[in-house]
């Protein structure tokens, strides 16, 4: 069986690992080899699935537990098993509290705890949600690794193309590039920035809930923090706005002040291929299956979206049905 997947995000790489793994031969296209321009890589790289149930369905959270064992099998060495903490300022001790009733998995502590979980915001909040089995990796980093091992696996990668004889499988990966010609699939706008700061240190992923500025921050080490929250409808993809790079250097100061002294290094926007649930979707069309839909899951929900088309590939063609 020879396929052919369209589109190396991070949904299409899962996806040949996957099948690969199944013993399939696989061939991946990408008009950007460079992954410029594709979400997976302006994402955060987080493994939150308790955290992103608050304003998640709960598919999100059943079928992303798994993202963390998967990438650690796959990448090894590549996940931080730190967990996630969840502050939030005294006046907005409310929405804390609400953020906790649409979630699970997270201890409540108290500011002792925060200090000795990151020393950095010491005496900076009162109370905090603890989610420890969480987890993040560098998605960029994920992103050139995942590839460079597929190719060590065989896997051929080859520019764009519009010839898919030959090939007893075709998997659509494209993501945001297939909104206008998937019926139901929008664009959610995400933006980013990376900043560098050698007075702040951090150990895991910190949300800062805010009614109206939302944030989170991501460490990458060496003192570089990503920096990303917005969800913009629209499948605009140009770049970051004043008011969106305000609002989120106002956050992270909020956070800790010493990010006002910052080095802001990159500001990136990326389109999030969404349905209107927010959930991914398997569709086929004889011998062609589309994974799409992914919305701000990518890394958390890749694993178990490309497990299963793998599967059902694999299926119809035991079958003999297409592919």
Not at 25 to 31: G, I, K, S
Not at 67 to 86: F, K, Q, Y
Not at 230 to 257: C, K, V
Request: net charge neutral.
């Amino acid at each position: 069986m020879r396929a052919l997947i369209k589109g190396a995000g991070v949904v299409g790489l899962a996806f040949a690992h996957e099948l690969t793994a199944r013993g399939i031969e696989v061939t991946v296209a990408e008009r950007q080899p460079d992954f410029g321009g594709a979400a997976s890589w302006f994402a955060g790289g987080m493994l939150a699935p308790w955290c992103e149930r608050e304003s998640a369905e709960e598919p999100v959270l059943t079928r992303g537990i798994a993202a963390i064992d998967w990438w650690n099998r796959v990448l090894p060495g590549e996940v931080s098993r730190n967990g996630t903490l969840v502050v939030a300022p005294p006046r907005d001790a409310g929405e804390l509290k609400r953020f906790a009733s649409r979630t699970s998995g997270f201890e409540w502590i108290d500011a002792k705890a925060i200090a000795a979980l990151e020393p950095a915001l010491a005496g900076r909040f009162r109370e905090a949600l603890f989610f420890p089995g969480e987890a993040h990796l560098d998605p960029r980093r994920a992103l050139c690794l995942l590839r460079q091992k597929l190719v060590e696996r065989g896997v051929a990668l080859i520019g764009e193309t519009d010839s898919d004889g030959g090939y007893d499988l075709i998997a659509d990966c494209r993501g945001a590039a297939r909104i206008n010609s998937t019926a139901g699939l929008r664009g959610v706008r995400g933006e980013m920035l990376y900043l560098q700061s050698n007075e702040v240190e951090l150990s895991r992923p910190v949300r800062l809930i805010h009614p109206r500025i939302p944030l989170y921050i991501v460490p990458r080490g060496n003192g570089l923090f990503m920096c990303g929250a917005t969800m913009i409808e629209t499948d605009d993809g140009g770049p970051i706005t004043a008011r969106s790079l305000m609002e989120l250097l106002n956050a992270a100061y909020a956070l800790h002040p010493a990010f006002g002294e910052a080095r802001l290094l990159e500001t990136g926007t990326g389109i999030r291929p969404a349905f209107a649930d927010n959930l991914p979707r398997i569709n086929r069309a004889g011998n062609t299956i589309a994974l799409n839909g992914l919305y701000r899951h990518g890394f958390l929900l890749s694993p178990a979206l490309a497990e299963e088309a793998a599967d059902l590939a694999l299926a119809w063609n035991l079958k003999g049905d297409a592919a």
